[in-house]
């Protein structure tokens, strides 16, 4: 169990989450909805809809909009969203896997398809990359909830797998059946996390120069500002010093 190891974030760059807030409140309704759909709509009762309303929380959506995208899931005329991954490339040879929820799955298909060869990219079939990932738990917390030590030990008792530390915060890698029960043995020790959800892990990252970054970067920002992409994975590695340079 690597704990101090200084795996990057591979969901994007920092700072990119900072995206217009009626965009990102509409991304977290979706997903609170889907969740509470898929399963009862307690998230007592339910690890994923529990989840998305912690990572709902964080993201700064009042209460009233949370309670109405869990109510939406019981009315019979609410919309119904599938989950739809994409699979391909970006310059420099990055892999890319997009994770969408969509009411129309050819909207979907056709901007997901426009943005990626707009930018230099080009999507292939459902496998291409995956098969270079990791499918595995993602356990997130802010820094403040505790040292790299402390929260190495609280993660290696409740069973994970690997952590990861840096000063933007914690991440705690588990298998997909482990998730929910060490997200549930962590809380006593570290509070509540911010985010516990399936992730893709890359088995290793390919390091990108400027020329690349900057295209790289320029369409995970357009793919992030659609409204039925959810997230984007990557195994890229952009070093500080480029992405210093690129501001």
């Known amino acids: 169990m690597a ?55 964080a993201g700064g959506m009042p209460k009233d909009n949370i ?10 005329d609410g919309e119904i969203y599938e989950e739809i991954r994409y699979e391909g490339f970006g310059p420099g040879g990055v892999s890319l896997i997009i994770e969408t929820l969509t009411d129309n799955r050819n909207r ?48 290696l008792e409740a069973g994970a797998d690997d952590v990861s530390s840096s000063d933007d915060g914690h991440e ?10 060490v997200a549930k043995a962590l809380e006593p020790v570290l509070g509540e996390y911010e985010g516990a959800k399936l992730a893709w892990r890359p088995q290793l990252e390919v390091t990108v120069g400027e020329g690349d970054a900057e295209i790289l970067l320029k369409l995970i920002d357009a793919l992030e500002e659609d409204d039925d992409v959810q997230t984007v ?12 340079k690129l501001g």
Not at 33 to 53: E, F, I, Q, S, Y
Request: aromatic share 6%; charged share 25%.
């Open 3 to 57: 704990g101090h190891s200084k795996f990057k974030n591979i969901m994007h760059r920092k700072g990119a989450q900072d995206k217009k807030r009626a965009s990102a409140f509409s991304k977290l309704s979706r997903e609170i909805t889907v969740a509470a759909k898929a399963g009862l709509p307690d998230p007592a009762m339910n690890a994923r809809l529990r989840a998305a309303v912690l990572a709902a929380r």
């Open 67 to 76: 309670e109405r995208s869990i109510n939406k899931a019981s009315g019979s």
């Open 108 to 155: 979907t298909a056709t901007n997901v398809r426009t943005i990626v060869s707009r930018n230099g990219g080009n999507l292939g079939a459902s496998g291409s990359v995956s098969h270079s990932f990791d499918r595995l738990g993602l356990i997130s917390y802010p820094a403040k909830a505790g040292s790299a030590d402390k929260v190495f030990e609280a993660a």
């Open 172 to 181: 705690i890698w588990t298998a997909i059946e482990s998730l929910h029960e």
């Open 233 to 244: 994975w990557g195994n890229y590695d952009v070093p500080e010093d480029v992405l210093a």
